[in-house]
């Protein structure tokens, strides 16, 4: 194994070198320090013939949030359960045993969490690579509580255009509400990325629109994914089945602008437009939270396990995913599906090839 992957480990090296000095970089919104941290991480896994492993843990202090979107599928709890949230330091543990790379802080709100400062803190002294999920109503007042960091990273919800926007969440004005924490956060030299999903009835054109906007508002890249179809969620009618996923998502990248700038493996967008075909790797996103180690994914509540070493044993993987689970039917998220991409870029030299290729695409 290390006589094949000693070589490939040079050339994903060279390539983010040469990323500095290209016309590549403004499409690959991720620095090349983070890059070469993942890429360094993924190929050490293969060199072990570590068949499973995290790429992002998905550390969910709560399940609170301060909006009541009819997408949502995790704040229908009882208030009991709402009232509950993970200490610093059950965070910083769960995070210590993953070892993932990177850390995707969701929720309810991220922000309403009353020790979300030192949390960040904490795991910005462990170097990890943070995305803070966040509707961004409570950003502008809190901003003086983080630091600019290149391990912090604001990821704000925002689900389009105005309109869009607010009719997803459910409420006016959260829009213009995200769009000045964009900016004061942006100002403040911050790490910001929109964070956007789609549902059935979203137009093209209002995303390509949106694109335009988040780009000339500075952020350093965009997320964009289908939704997921949770049972709890208010709004059924709306969830993408797999077929509509392509069909939305190739008209909205194809022909994408070269000023558009994605925080997300070039292979997973062309996953979505149909171009590629992945198995989903839940273990690429393994989830915290209150209620321990989320089996098998964010999207799913299969049981819990009480230490993540039980969750990586114990998990059924094999069950899961398109063909092996009604659940997961028409589900093309990322984080059953980025990490898949991921993997298949560093692989092998194919691999990396058609990353290299989707990239100049």
Known sequence: MSVFFSPLKRNVLELLDNFEQSDMTPVMAVPVSQMWRVASYVLTQKIKRNKRYPLVLMLEPLFRCNLECAGCGKIQYPPEVLKK????????RAVDECGAPMVSIPGGEPLVHPEMAEIVEGLVARKKYIYLCTNAILLKRKIDLFKPSKYLTFSIHLDGIK????????????????????????????RVTTNTTLFEGAKPE????????????????????????YEKAPDQQHFLKRSRTHELFGNILRNAKRSWKFNQSPLFLKFLQGEVNYQCTPWGNPTYNIF?????????????????????????????????????????????????????????????????KAMAS
């Open 85 to 92: 949230r993970l200490s610093p330091e059950e965070c910083f």
């Open 163 to 190: 309109e869009d926007h607010d009719h997803a969440v459910c409420r006016e004005g959260v829009y213009d509400q995200a769009v000045e924490g964009i900016k004061e956060a942006v100002k403040r030299g911050f």
């Open 206 to 229: 209002n995303v390509r629109k949106f694109f335009d906007i988040a780009t000339e508002l500075g952020v350093e890249g965009m997320m964009v994914s289908p939704g997921y179809s």
């Open 292 to 356: 321990g180690w989320q089996k098998p994914c964010y999207l799913l509540q299969e049981g819990y396990a009480k230490t993540f070493k039980e969750l990586m044993e114990t998990t059924e993987w094999d069950h899961y995913g398109t063909g092996r689970h009604e659940k997961c039917a028409d589900c093309m998220v990322h984080c059953g599906y980025e990490a898949s991409a991921v993997d298949d870029t560093f692989s092998s030299f194919q691999g990396l090839a058609r990353t290299i």
